[in-house]
């Protein structure tokens, strides 16, 4: 993971330069070096999924035997606020032709069960996979309304069409008090690798701590990975837990939000930056076996440093235009779009954005 050697030597890259050449807009001042190889590819395309009397969110793309663009996505009703993921999310089914859109909405998925039920209160974190000839949605759902029954599962079909196999249990549970892991466990993030298969998870302390700079830290988001010999588990996490943290580097950073994937015969890791470079950037980074990563990159900016006009942002909406939960939509393996989810669109709640990786 990390040091905090590697941290200064990541920053202390003079001099200061203007944002990565080809981007337009408000420019914002970062190191050049700073810049992953991925962000120079990104070229957007805009919003998609603007519901009506919705916010949208974790958009997960994958192309169908059909050849069209499959998205399951969260989405929860626009009276909730944007807070309504925690406790009425629902995951749900869109298609279209193209990876541009537009989507046509199918059904909803996977919907909160309701009382005596692990994920009784909101269904969300979608994240969409062909493995072993069937389609895994792992996912995210809690039983409380709160952060602290989060839990991830595994939903399977034979189709993209279902019908959905959905789990009396979760896939993976936190740790034991005291543990880094042990408030829930979600952001699922999923890749087979040498016929095992690796599930990565975010999850948090529940009490304060001191870090490195004895500042006390209370829910500083970090990563662990858990490996099994069976898609459906039993899951065991992997001892050197977890495999990215930043608590040590000072001032509560973090990061969430992962999609890991596979190419050029190594591990590759996007997510939203909470501090490292900013609030408001994605993170790249990259493995030579899945456990040990380098120090991040910038993945990609905020919609307004892409040129993108939009509206001015309503008093209700406090992370307009940032980026976050990104998703790959691959082709043999290859990234040919980027999804995320961003707050405004259309009825100013939140939608997709996407990005072709050129």
């Known amino acids: 993971m990390p040091t905090r050697r590697t941290f200064l030597t990541g920053l202390v890259l003079a001099p200061l330069t203007r944002a990565l050449a080809g981007f337009s807009g408000r420019l914002i001042d970062y190191p050049k070096a700073a810049f992953s190889k991925f962000s120079r590819h990104l070229k957007p395309v805009g919003r998609a999924l603007e519901l009506p009397d919705y916010y949208v969110w974790c958009n997960s793309p994958i192309y169908g035997p059909d050849g069209k663009v499959h998205v399951f996505f969260s989405r929860w009703v626009a009276s909730k606020g944007m ?3 925690i406790n009425g999310s629902e995951i749900c089914h869109a298609v279209a032709d193209r990876p541009e859109g537009p989507f046509t ?9 309701g009382p005596g039920h692990w ?41 993209l069409h279902g019908p959905w196999t959905r789990p009396d249990q979760p896939l993976l549970l936190p740790g034991p008090a ?9 952001n699922p993030a999923f890749v087979k690798h040498e016929g095992k298969y690796w599930l990565y998870y975010k999850s948090w302390n529940t009490k304060e701590y001191d870090d490195a700079k004895g500042q006390e830290i209370r ?12 898609l459906q588990g039993t899951y065991e996490k992997f001892a050197g837990n977890p495999v990215i943290d ?15 994937w596979r190419q050029h015969g190594r591990f590759c890791l996007l997510a939203r930056d909470m501090g490292v470079y900013s609030q408001e950037v994605g993170l790249f980074l990259e493995s030579e076996d899945g456990k040990a990563w380098t120090f991040p990159k910038i993945a990609f900016l905020p919609i307004r440093d892409y040129g993108v006009a939009e509206p001015p ?22 990234p040919e779009y980027l999804f995320c989810a961003s707050q405004g669109g259309r009825f100013m709640t939140a939608s997709s954005f996407v990005f072709r990786v050129s």
């Open 83 to 85: 807070s309504g993921w």
């Open 178 to 186: 005291g543990a880094w892991d042990d408030h829930c466990t979600t």
């Open 219 to 230: 829910g500083n988001r970090k990563y662990g990975l858990a490996i099994a010999d069976r």
């Open 119 to 159: 994920d009784a209160t909101t269904c969300h974190n979608p994240s969409i996979q062909l493995v072993d000839g069937q389609y895994c949605l792992f996912f995210m759902g809690n039983a409380n309304g709160k952060t602290d029954t989060k839990r991830i599962g595994l939903a399977t079909a034979p189709t």
């Open 105 to 113: 909405f199918l059904n909803v998925v996977l919907a909160p069960r």
């Open 246 to 260: 930043f608590s040590g580097q000072g001032h509560n950073r973090q990061f969430e939000d992962a999609f890991v």
């Open 313 to 334: 942002a309503p008093p209700k909406l406090k992370r307009y235009g940032r980026l976050e939960r990104p998703q790959l939509l691959l082709r043999n393996g290859k």
